[in-house]
Antibody, heavy 118, light 109 residues
Framework: QVHLVQSGAEVKKPGASVKLSCEASGYTFTTYYMHWVRQAPGQGLEWMGIMYLGDGSTIYAQKFQGRVTMTRDTSTSTVYMDLSSLISEDTAVYYC???????????WGQGTLVTVSS | QSALTQPASVSGSPGQSITISCTGTSSDVGGYNYVSWYQQHPGKAPKLMIYEVSNRPSGVSNRFSGSKSGNTASLTISGLQAEDEADYYCSSYTSSPLVFGTGTKVTVL
């Protein structure tokens, strides 16, 4: 079965960067798209970007352009999301999510809490 | 890209039916048949309940159904049960290419 296992919680200072990982298993990695979605405490879901795992092409939400970079390692079926210039408002749970096709996000990682605090 | 608009809360008694709306524009909900719905219980990751407006993934109860008219999509929960109490989010493809709704808290009275 499909599993997405994310890296552990992070605590960062304002201005720092964070790199999260998401290891996929149970399906053919390169034939799907992967999204990153975040959720601030008590808030709704916010879409950050998408990567086609076949060729690594990406589209980022306008809000995060210039601060976010999504990469992948096909040898380990792992996706990475790097977010720079962190501010307190970036405190959130970050999810990697597989796109099952037609925008249906069918498998979610367990989430990684990133806390930005001085 | 602005978030899709959902009511903040909807409630119903066990056994009743409730409907959650998700309003967008012709650039998102109205322009694509790629609306999805997610259920999220506290402290858990969201779960896909509906995709492509009205399709249910395997394992999702047929008490959940989706539809769309113009720029508004809807999720109906029939035969409301205590376990349905959760937050619900819609999403739609756009040119951006994805946007979520503002979220709706469903309370079972």
């Amino acid at each position: 079965q499909v599993h997405l296992v994310q890296s552990g919680a992070e605590v960062k200072k304002p201005g720092a960067s964070v790199k999260l990982s998401c290891e996929a298993s149970g399906y053919t990695f390169t034939t799907y798209y992967m999204h990153w979605v975040r959720q601030a405490p008590g808030q709704g879901l916010e879409w950050m970007g998408i990567m086609y795992l076949g060729d690594g092409s990406t589209i980022y939400a306008q809000k995060f352009q210039g601060r976010v970079t999504m990469t992948r390692d096909t040898s380990t079926s792992t996706v990475y999301m790097d977010l720079s210039s962190l501010i307190s408002e970036d405190t959130a749970v970050y999810y990697c999510v597989r796109d099952g096709g037609s925008g249906g996000l069918d498998y979610w990682g367990q989430g990684t809490l990133v806390t930005v605090s001085s | 890209q602005s978030a899709l608009t959902q009511p903040a809360s909807v409630s119903g008694s066990p056994g009743q039916s409730i409907t959650i709306s998700c309003t967008g524009t012709s650039s998102d909900v109205g322009g694509y048949n790629y609306v999805s719905w997610y259920q999220q219980h506290p402290g858990k990751a969201p779960k896909l309940m509906i995709y492509e407006v009205s399709n249910r993934p395997s394992g999702v109860s047929n008490r959940f159904s989706g539809s769309k008219s113009g720029n508004t999509a809807s999720l109906t929960i029939s035969g409301l049960q205590a376990e349905d109490e959760a937050d619900y989010y819609c999403s739609s493809y756009t040119s951006s290419p994805l946007v979520f709704g503002t979220g709706t808290k469903v309370t079972v009275l």
